[in-house]
T-cell receptor, first 114, second 114 residues
Framework: SQTIHQWPATLVQPVGSPLSLECTVEGTSNPNLYWYRQAAGRGLQLLFYSIGIDQISSEVPQNLSASRPQDRQFILSSKKLLLSDSGFYLC?????????????FGPGTRLTVT | AQKVTQAQTEISVVEKEDVTLDCVYETRDTTYYLFWYKQPPSGELVFLIRRNSFDEQNEISGRYSWNFQKSTSSFNFTITASQVVDSAVYFCALSRIGNEKLTFGTGTRLTIIP
C-alpha cells in the first residue's frame, strides 16, 4: 500500500530564516506530487505541483520554491521566511498521468514564523 | 474557470441527527470529477469519494451518502445518525478530466454535539 510522509510535523522559525519541508511517498512510482498551504481557519491553496522529476509548476507567486530531486521526494523551500508564510503545509500525491485521480494527503507540517 | 462553493461555513448538530453539507460547483467542462474530503482535528485530509460527471447515481457508504445533481450543479453530502467522530472540516473539490489539479471549496466545519 502507498504511504506519504512529511516532516517535520511542527516547526517554529524566525522571520528571515530558511525553510525546508520534505515529503516522500512510498509504494508507488511516478506519482504526481503537490504542495498546499492552509492558513488558519481557511481553505487549501495549491502552491506547487509536479508530474515528474524536475517538472514543477508554480501556482502562485510567492516566497517559496519547490524541488523534486527524486521520483518520490518533494521538497518545499524558502531562503527567507516571512510572517505570512505561517500556516499548515500539506503534501499530497496522486496516480501519475493526467487522469484526475483523487489526491492522498500527508499528515502536514504546521509552520509558525515568529 | 472552475469554482466550488460551500456556503455553510459552520454547522452544529446534536449527535444522532442527520446533517447535509452543501456543495455547488461551476465549470464549463462537460466532463469532470467531484470529490469530498474530511479533515479531522489532526489536520490530515482524508479522501471520501470521487464521482465522475457521467454518473449521476447517488452513492451510499454506511452512514454517508452523496447526492449528485448535474442539473443544479450540486454534490451534497449527508451524514445519517451523526456521531462525535464525524466532527471535522469537510471539503468539496472539482477536477477537470485530464487535469492534475483540484479546485477546493472553502470547507464546512461540522461539529457534532454529544
Amino acid at each position: 500500500s502507498q504511504t506519504i510522509h512529511q516532516w517535520p510535523a511542527t516547526l517554529v522559525q524566525p522571520v528571515g530564516s530558511p525553510l525546508s519541508l520534505e515529503c516522500t511517498v512510498e509504494g508507488t512510482s511516478n506519482p504526481n506530487l503537490y504542495w498546499y498551504r492552509q492558513a488558519a481557519g481557511r481553505g487549501l491553496q495549491l502552491l506547487f505541483y509536479s508530474i515528474g522529476i524536475d517538472q514543477i509548476s508554480s501556482e502562485v507567486p510567492q516566497n517559496l520554491s519547490a524541488s523534486r530531486p527524486q521520483d518520490r521526494q518533494f521538497i518545499l523551500s524558502s531562503k527567507k521566511l516571512l510572517l505570512s508564510d505561517s500556516g499548515f503545509y500539506l503534501c499530497a500525491w496522486s496516480v501519475g498521468g493526467a487522469s484526475s485521480y483523487e489526491q492522498y494527503f500527508g499528515p502536514g507540517t504546521r509552520l509558525t514564523v515568529t | 474557470a472552475q469554482k466550488v462553493t460551500q456556503a455553510q461555513t459552520e454547522i452544529s448538530v446534536v449527535e444522532k441527527e442527520d446533517v447535509t453539507l452543501d456543495c455547488v460547483y461551476e465549470t464549463r467542462d462537460t466532463t469532470y470529477y467531484l470529490f469530498w474530503y474530511k479533515q479531522p482535528p489532526s489536520g490530515e485530509l482524508v479522501f471520501l469519494i470521487r464521482r465522475n460527471s457521467f454518473d449521476e447515481q447517488n452513492e451510499i457508504s454506511g452512514r454517508y451518502s452523496w447526492n449528485f445533481q448535474k442539473s443544479t450543479s450540486s454534490f451534497n453530502f449527508t451524514i445519517t445518525a451523526s456521531q462525535v467522530v464525524d466532527s471535522a472540516v469537510y471539503f468539496c473539490a472539482l477536477s477537470r478530466i485530464g487535469n492534475e489539479k483540484l479546485t477546493f471549496g472553502t470547507g464546512t466545519r461540522l461539529t457534532i454535539i454529544p
